[in-house]
């Protein structure tokens, strides 16, 4: 009669099962890797507003934030200009402009330049301060019958990721 | 008695099988094998994780902050016009406010680590008694890449921040930040955009 022993073809699946769940353990406590890939998507969040910083320069500049808010018109098209400089900071990663702003009690939203992101992409804002004065009569930001120093509030996303 | 021996002989009972020693070998070999293999995949990701942060924390440090010098009695943020004092400590941040680089404060922070690369590897929080990492700071025009660098020269054709060991080819983290040269007088052809002279500022950890 064989009673309380271990055979070797048990020893071995024991093994095997426990080598397998070590291994899986160990495995699993690599969560750390998509800690290292959130580490890309801070340098990309970092540069972009970096980016947005640079770019919110003074009114007069066609390629400053403000300046191109300023010449938009209701076809939503920045200038040239704003494109060459923001492209010239961001690339070769690729991006997609969106703006907000309250008309009203409603919050609006235009999308300036209309790529499509990727799940990876990221965001960064800037809250841009115009004054009515200074907006056209034509401009989607302008409010009729308000002060020329009543303040506009846009806001200014960029979002970026990996071309 | 013989039969009691005999009995003895055959019993099945209370014996460590030759068999269970042959499978707790082969699981405590593959065992150690294993972990002494994970673990070293581990610990590089680790290192590589820790090198990120190095290298963030000092794109921060110089792209955020004025710096910092105090002797004991007297301290400001002028570090740049006292950091060659005797009995000085300093914080070397080149900013004059977050992501504006000050032109002085640069070029004597090339200074600084040009006559003490150690010290201001310690000054930088980059050696201490449970880690020692070597550095490379560069400011490079916005067209650069790691491959192609393209430094910011200063007018007299000079690299106006290219400070720090050689970069070698091992695993590095690096880590870029666009940032604002203030007085940007003495910089050759800098990069304008929206009124303002834009440089990459290049950390690199290793």
Same mark, same amino acid.
Request: glycine content about 6%; hydrophobic content about 40%; aromatic content about 10%.
């Given at each position: 009669?064989?009673?309380?022993?271990?055979?070797?073809?048990?020893?071995?699946?024991?093994?095997?099962?426990?080598?397998?769940?070590?291994?899986?353990?160990?495995?699993?406590?690599?969560?750390?890797?998509?800690?290292?890939?959130?580490?890309?998507?801070?340098?990309?969040?970092?540069?972009?507003?970096?980016?947005?910083?640079?770019?919110?320069?003074?009114?007069?500049?066609?390629?400053?934030?403000?300046?191109?808010?300023?010449?938009?018109?209701?076809?939503?098209?920045p200038n040239q200009d704003f494109i060459n400089s923001l492209e010239m900071l961001i690339r070769p990663a690729?991006?997609?402009?969106?703006?907000?702003?309250?008309?009203?009690?409603?919050?609006?939203?235009?999308?300036?330049?209309?790529?499509?992101?990727?799940?990876?992409?990221?965001?960064?804002?800037?809250?841009?301060?115009?004054?009515?004065?200074?907006?056209?009569?034509?401009?989607?930001?302008?409010?009729?019958?308000?002060?020329?120093?009543?303040?506009?509030?846009?806001?200014?996303?960029?979002?970026?990721?990996?071309? | %008695?013989?039969? %009691?021996?005999?009995?003895?002989? !055959? !019993?099945?009972?209370?014996?460590?099988?030759?068999?269970?020693?042959?499978?707790?070998?082969?699981?405590?070999?593959?065992?150690?094998?294993?972990?002494?293999?994970?673990?070293? %995949?581990?610990?590089?990701?680790?290192?590589?994780?820790?090198?990120?942060?190095?290298?963030?924390?000092? /794109?921060?440090?110089?792209?955020? %902050?004025?710096?910092?010098?105090?002797?004991?009695?007297?301290?400001?943020?002028?570090?740049?016009?006292?950091?060659?004092?005797?009995?000085?400590?300093?914080?070397?941040?080149? /900013?004059?406010?977050?992501?504006?680089?000050?032109?002085?404060?640069?070029?004597?922070?090339?200074? +600084?680590?040009?006559?003490?690369?150690?010290?201001?590897?310690?000054?930088?929080?980059?050696?201490?008694?449970?880690?020692?990492?070597?550095?490379?700071?560069?400011?490079?025009?916005?067209?650069?890449?790691?491959?192609?660098?393209?430094?910011?020269?200063?007018? !007299?054709?000079?690299?106006?921040?290219? /400070?720090?060991?050689?970069?070698?080819?091992?695993?590095? /983290?690096?880590?870029?930040?666009?940032?604002?040269?203030?007085?940007? !007088?003495?910089?050759?052809?800098?990069?304008?955009?929206?009124?303002?002279?834009? +440089?990459?500022?290049?950390?690199?950890?290793?």
């Amino acid at each position: 009669m064989v009673r309380g022993q271990m055979m070797t073809l048990e020893g071995i699946m024991g093994a095997l099962l426990l080598i397998l769940v070590t291994y899986t353990l160990f495995q699993s406590s690599l969560v750390i890797s998509p800690l290292w890939s959130e580490f890309s998507d801070a340098q990309l969040k970092q540069l972009a507003y970096d980016s947005l910083r640079i770019l919110d320069g003074n009114s007069s500049l066609n390629d400053s934030l403000k300046g191109m808010l300023l010449s938009l018109d209701s076809s939503f098209t920045p200038n040239q200009d704003f494109i060459n400089s923001l492209e010239m900071l961001i690339r070769p990663a690729n991006y997609r402009l969106e703006i907000y702003w309250v008309n009203d009690s409603n919050v609006e939203k235009a999308v300036l330049v209309d790529n499509r992101p990727t799940p990876e992409a990221i965001a960064a804002s800037r809250i841009v301060v115009l004054k009515n004065g200074d907006l056209d009569p034509s401009s989607p930001f302008y409010k009729s019958g308000a002060k020329s120093y009543t303040p506009v509030v846009v806001e200014v996303r960029l979002i970026v990721w990996r071309a | %008695m013989i039969t %009691m021996i005999e009995n003895t002989r !055959s !019993s099945q009972e209370g014996k460590l099988s030759l068999d269970l020693l042959v499978g707790l070998s082969i699981f405590l070999m593959s065992f150690i094998i294993i972990s002494q293999l994970i673990s070293g %995949m581990f610990g590089d990701v680790r290192s590589e994780i820790s090198l990120s942060h190095e290298s963030y924390k000092v /794109a921060v440090i110089l792209a955020e %902050m004025t710096g910092k010098w105090s002797n004991g009695t007297k301290n400001g943020t002028d570090w740049e016009n006292n950091w060659y004092r005797s009995n000085v400590y300093f914080v070397p941040g080149l /900013a004059v406010r977050p992501g504006v680089l000050d032109y002085k404060k640069i070029v004597e922070f090339q200074n +600084a680590t040009d006559s003490d690369y150690e010290s201001v590897k310690e000054l930088l929080g980059l050696k201490t008694p449970d880690s020692n990492y070597d550095f490379h700071v560069s400011l490079e025009t916005v067209n650069s890449t790691p491959y192609t660098r393209e430094l910011i020269l200063d007018i !007299s054709g000079l690299p106006l921040l290219d /400070a720090g060991k050689d970069i070698p080819q091992i695993q590095l /983290a690096r880590f870029e930040r666009i940032v604002q040269i203030y007085d940007y !007088s003495n910089v050759s052809n800098p990069t304008i955009v929206a009124g303002k002279a834009v +440089a990459k500022l290049v950390v690199v950890v290793w």
